[in-house]
């Protein structure tokens, strides 16, 4: 039987994540304060002992220290309990070399699930031995002020990739410092779209070294120009 969405349940791109209090790997946590000054990438998963799952929690455990570099917390989420999320913890660390230290909210009804609309209504295979829908595999970036930058969404056949989640955050934290946004495929070093609320005579100040290629589109290197 499928868990009806709520309505109003859908977040947008600048919604305030919701906060719960919920169990996790290392505890209970009120999400807000977990949260705190930092920010945070929350990923969810369907279900423990799953193939992609364990490569992708390995993956976010090896990275963690780039993210932690950023200001930014880890904390995953699956539809099991505590005692399966330890269990799992070991095959994890064991199959991909890692070494897992952040949360993983415990899930089992589906709560925290359906309050960031992680639920999977496309694929109806994909539910648990009880037929309830399993939750995708959602990726939400948080800001300190709690608000959500970026949601993604996977198929249970497709793996996510930890370094575009770390290129978001990149630009993000970029974007919020210097007034700028980013273009396709941007990496740190590249140059940057000056934002269409600067205008040129300040763009001359903040960004000495910037060209007009059209009269919407101004690049500058950002490092130079501080």
């Given at each position: ?142 800001d300190p002020k709690k608000k959500v930058r970026l949601i993604l969404s996977y198929p249970a056949s497709t793996g996510r990739n930890t370094a575009e989640v770390l290129r978001v955050i ?57």
């Open positions: 039987m499928s868990i009806p969405k709520p309505e109003g349940s859908t977040l947008r791109l600048g919604s305030t994540a919701p906060d719960f209090k919920a169990e996790t790997s290392r505890g209970p946590i009120s999400f807000h304060e977990f949260i705190g000054d930092s920010w945070v990438v929350l990923f969810s998963h369907p279900d423990d002992f799953t193939p992609v799952c364990t490569t992708e929690l390995g993956a976010f455990a090896k990275l963690q220290p780039e993210f932690e570099k950023r200001g930014v917390k880890l904390i995953g989420l699956s539809a099991n309990t505590t005692d399966s999320h330890q269990a799992w913890i070991k095959d994890i660390d064991e199959v991909t070399g890692s070494h897992l230290t952040f949360p993983i909210i415990a899930d089992p009804e589906r709560k925290i699930a359906l309050a960031y609309d992680m639920i999977d209504f496309q694929d109806a295979s994909n539910v648990d031995d009880k037929g309830v829908q399993f939750t995708i595999r959602s990726v939400f970036i948080i990149d630009s993000l934290q970029t974007g919020d410092r210097n007034r700028v946004t980013t273009p396709i495929n941007w990496v740190p070093g590249d140059d940057v779209i000056v934002h269409p609320s600067v205008t040129n005579e300040e763009a001359k100040s903040l960004f000495p070294q910037f060209r007009v290629i059209k009269p919407y589109l101004r690049l500058t290197p950002l490092d130079s120009s501080k």
